[in-house]
């Protein structure tokens, strides 16, 4: 009977030395999968915005590299109006909330004018709680009423008059997109209050009709109180709705 090969069983020992490693790592590597994955399913059971916030990630990573663009739904999230009431500070927080809740409308667009009415007001020079009751006076923060004059819009801009304005913004058609609306409106008041040499109310009384308007009806004062009801909000105070 002839010897045994040495080299022989040496490459099989090793051989067997490797195939019982891969089991090893694999058995090892598919354990720390399943462990990973059920935490992960774990954590989005007792998290569900988590799993929103990852939905998001990964529709905008396909829309980016344009991954199935025909089954995915249009991304309509940089038109909307609208923004995260907590990412408000406080006080435009309480503002937002406030209007909502007077108003009937969801606070999510009103917080995206709040802050803008914020921006304008630095920008023009203006209470942005007068912004904001020229807003609820005017349309309640209805976008899309249009008066029977023909005033249209958040700050019930005449749009006949003003097409010029609207131009820069890519047309009339535009009066009906709330924050372009907003702009607008806010230009031709503070264009108004400039013109009565820097008057608040008359500005404001001007705004409402021109110089045609010797009665407002009770605009101006409608206005400034609806203000000042905002700036109690803002100041922490619990300012009834109605």
């Known amino acids: 009977m002839s010897k045994p090969c040495t ?7 090793v051989l067997s030395d490797i195939a019982h490693g891969l089991f090893l790592v694999t058995h090892s590597g598919l354990a720390m999968v399943g462990l990973a994955v059920a935490t992960c399913v774990l954590a989005l059971w007792l998290k569900p915005e988590w799993l929103q916030a990852s939905e998001e990630k990964l529709f905008a990573w396909l829309r980016e590299r344009q991954v199935l663009v025909s089954w995915l739904p249009e991304n309509a999230a940089e038109r909307a109006t609208a923004m995260n009431v907590r990412d408000l500070p ?6 937002a909330n406030w209007l909502a809740r007077k108003y009937k409308v969801a606070p999510e667009p009103v917080a995206a004018l709040v802050a803008e009415a914020q921006v304008l007001g630095k920008q023009y020079r203006l209470a942005p709680n007068l912004i904001l009751g020229v807003m609820a006076i005017e349309s309640n923060f209805h976008p899309y009423i249009q008066s029977q004059v023909g005033a249209q819009g958040l700050m019930q801009v005449m749009t006949g008059i003003h097409t010029k304005r609207y131009q820069a913004y890519g047309g009339n058609l535009t009066a ?3 924050l372009t609306n907003l702009r607008v ?6 264009d108004a209050i400039k013109l009565k040499g820097g008057s608040v109310d008359d500005g404001l009384k001007f705004y409402l009709g021109g110089d045609a308007v010797f009665e407002d009806g009770g605009y101006v004062a409608k206005v400034r109180a609806e203000q000042a ?5 803002a100041a922490g105070v619990n300012v009834p709705v109605q």
Do not use: E, I, M
Request: hydrophobic fraction near 50%; include cysteine.
């Open 176 to 178: 009906f997109d709330p």
């Open 90 to 95: 406080t006080s435009q927080a309480a503002v």
């Open 7 to 13: 080299w022989c069983f040496n490459v099989r020992t």
């Open 229 to 233: 009801r905002l700036d109690q909000v």
């Open 185 to 190: 409106g806010v230009a031709v008041l503070a």
